[in-house]
């Protein structure tokens, strides 16, 4: 995580008044062009987070570093991302943890990538499939814009349907419309105790997901969750709900792997 002042090659996020987010990439030079007004990137640069500036039309913007959960919803995308209130269940129900060496596929705009990258540490290692390789250039664009250089990431342009090498890893996680078609390269690729995720959109692909994992026989503790967040509005005595929430966006079905008799 960077620190310091803002530094020319990194993202920085405005708020205007009205707490709108505008994120930018700061370059020597550049100029933003935003509903209040301009804003030069060479009055950033050199900045400290938490400041604030003034735009040519005299708007005020607080200007911080993104946090992850921010950079994933305003990022470039090549696909459509697994929200932030998604990938922090993600995180905890696969149990990442430092030093994990994770498969994952696909790949998309690199959204839960960053998040495994940041969860097994410089001591861990991610493997990460894509089928489209404009999405991997994508992903790999937004994860070093973020994270800067990493060393144990392998991206790979393949398609996991047809198969698995890694063997003995910790976690696999899915992000495909038909992961069914990985359960049995999972099954030999996962060590016993590994952690099987898939994030689905409908309940139809949930239950044919359920079927294959149960069919093996080398899964245990099969299991689907979704998340529903509703954000409140606290002002003065006006305490309530927030008229919009984030409701559903998919199914975490999680699996265990069983130590099945040789």
């Known amino acids: 995580m960077r620190k310091g002042p803002f530094q020319e090659g990194e993202p920085a996020i405005l708020f205007d008044r009205r707490l709108r987010?505008?994120?930018v990439s700061?370059?020597?030079?550049?100029?933003t062009d935003l509903r209040g007004g301009k804003l030069f990137h060479?009055?950033?640069?050199?900045?400290?987070?938490g400041e604030?500036?003034?735009s040519t039309l005299?708007?005020?913007?607080?200007?911080f570093r993104p946090t992850l959960s921010e950079y994933i919803l305003?990022?470039?995308r090549g696909a459509q991302v697994?929200?932030?209130?998604?990938?922090?269940?993600i995180l905890l129900w696969a149990d990442i943890f430092p030093g994990a060496v994770v498969v994952e596929a696909g790949t998309g705009s690199g959204a839960l990538t960053m998040a495994l990258l940041r969860a097994v540490g410089p001591s861990g290692k991610v493997i990460s499939y894509e089928v489209r390789e404009d999405f991997a250039r994508r992903a790999q664009r937004n994860i070093e814009a973020f994270l800067g250089p990493v060393e144990n990431l392998e991206l790979r342009h393949a398609d996991i349907t047809e198969g698995i090498p890694e063997r003995e890893v910790d976690r696999i996680l899915l992000d495909l419309p038909e992961p069914w078609q990985v359960v049995p390269h999972a099954a030999r690729s996962l060590r016993p105790g590994g952690i099987f995720l898939s994030y689905?959109?409908?309940?139809?692909?949930?239950?044919?997901?359920?079927?294959a994992l149960e069919a093996t026989g080398a899964f245990a503790l099969v299991e689907t969750i979704e998340a529903l967040v509703r954000p409140w509005n606290v002002s003065g005595r006006s305490v309530r709900p927030e008229h919009r929430m984030v409701a559903h966006t998919g199914f975490i079905t999680t699996a265990r792997k069983r130590n099945l008799p040789r």
């Open 58 to 63: 005299g708007e005020r913007f607080l200007i």
């Open 52 to 54: 604030i500036l003034s």
């Open 74 to 76: 305003e990022m470039p």
């Open 21 to 23: 987010r505008y994120m």
């Open 26 to 31: 700061l370059r020597r030079g550049g100029v």
């Open 82 to 89: 697994i929200y932030p209130k998604d990938l922090g269940i």
């Open 200 to 211: 689905l959109p409908t309940v139809v692909q949930v239950q044919q997901l359920v079927e």
């Open 42 to 49: 060479d009055e950033i640069i050199g900045r400290e987070e």
